[in-house]
T-cell receptor
C-alpha cells in the first residue's frame, strides 16, 4: 500500500533560518502530493500541492518539488518566522486505477518551533 | 460558507459509553472522510464516503460506524467506547476524487478522551 515517511522531529530553528523538512513516499502510479500545516489548536490547512512529476508547489514562501526519480517532496523555506511554528504533514493521494484512489495517506508529522 | 464544522470540540467518555461525533459541510462536497490523529502516527483514515448513501472503510475502521444520509452530514458513531479510542478526530471533505479538484478541507477537530 501507499506510505509517507517524514524526517524525525521536532525541528527547532532561529528566526530567518533556512528550513528543510524531508518527505519520501511509496506509491503505485502517479499520486498527488501535499503539504498540510496544523497551527496550535486548529485543524489542518493545505499549504501546497503538486499533482505531477517535476511540479513545484509554493505558498507563503514555502516550496516543494515533486521528484519522481527520488520519490520525494521535501518542504523548504528560505527564512522562517516565529509565526511558522506549527506541525507539518506530508501526504499523498492515490492515483486512478489503484485501490487507494482518492484516499489521503499522511506522514507522521514534523513539529517546527521557531525562536525569535 | 462555514466550511467544515465539527461538534463537540471536546468530549470525555467512560469505557462502554456510546456517542456520535457530528460533521457537516456547506460546500456541496461529494467526498467526506474521518481521520484520527495520534502522537507520532500522523492522521489515519477511519471511514470515508463518496456521496450520499455510500460509505466505505479506511485504514482503522474497527469500533466506528458511519452513515451518509445527506450530502452535508457525515456523523461518526462510537458504539462502545474504549480507551484506545482516545484521540483527536478530524472530518474532511473535498469536491470529488478527481485529481484536479482533490484538495481536502478539514474541520477544527474533536478531542475525545475515554476513561
Amino acid at each position: 500500500g501507499n506510505s509517507v515517511t517524514q524526517m524525525e522531529g521536532p525541528v527547532t530553528l532561529s528566526e530567518e533560518a533556512f528550513l528543510t523538512i524531508n518527505c519520501t513516499y511509496t506509491a503505485t502510479g502517479y499520486p498527488s502530493l501535499f503539504w498540510y500545516v496544523q497551527y496550535p489548536g486548529e485543524g489542518l490547512q493545505l499549504l501546497l500541492k503538486a499533482t505531477k512529476a517535476d511540479d513545484k508547489g509554493s505558498n507563503k514562501g514555502f516550496e516543494a518539488t515533486y521528484r519522481k526519480e527520488t520519490t520525494s517532496f521535501h518542504l523548504e523555506k528560505g527564512s522562517v518566522q516565529v509565526s511558522d511554528s506549527a506541525v507539518y504533514f506530508c501526504a499523498l493521494r492515490g492515483s486512478a486505477g489503484g485501490t487507494s484512489y482518492g484516499k489521503l495517506t499522511f506522514g507522521q508529522g514534523t513539529i517546527l518551533t521557531v525562536h525569535p | 460558507n462555514a466550511g467544515v464544522t465539527q461538534t463537540p470540540k471536546f468530549q470525555v467518555l467512560k469505557t462502554g459509553q456510546s456517542m456520535t461525533l457530528q460533521c457537516a459541510q456547506d460546500m456541496n462536497h461529494e467526498y467526506m472522510s474521518w481521520y484520527r490523529q495520534d502522537p507520532g502516527m500522523g492522521l489515519r483514515l477511519i471511514h470515508y464516503s463518496v456521496g450520499a448513501g455510500i460509505t466505505d472503510q479506511g485504514e482503522v475502521p474497527n469500533g466506528y460506524n458511519v452513515s451518509r444520509s445527506t450530502t452535508e452530514d457525515f456523523p461518526l458513531r462510537l458504539l462502545s467506547a474504549a480507551p484506545s479510542q482516545t484521540s483527536v478526530y478530524f472530518c474532511a471533505s473535498s469536491y470529488s476524487k478527481r485529481r484536479d479538484t482533490d484538495t481536502q478541507y478539514f474541520g477544527p477537530g474533536t478531542r475525545l478522551t475515554v476513561l
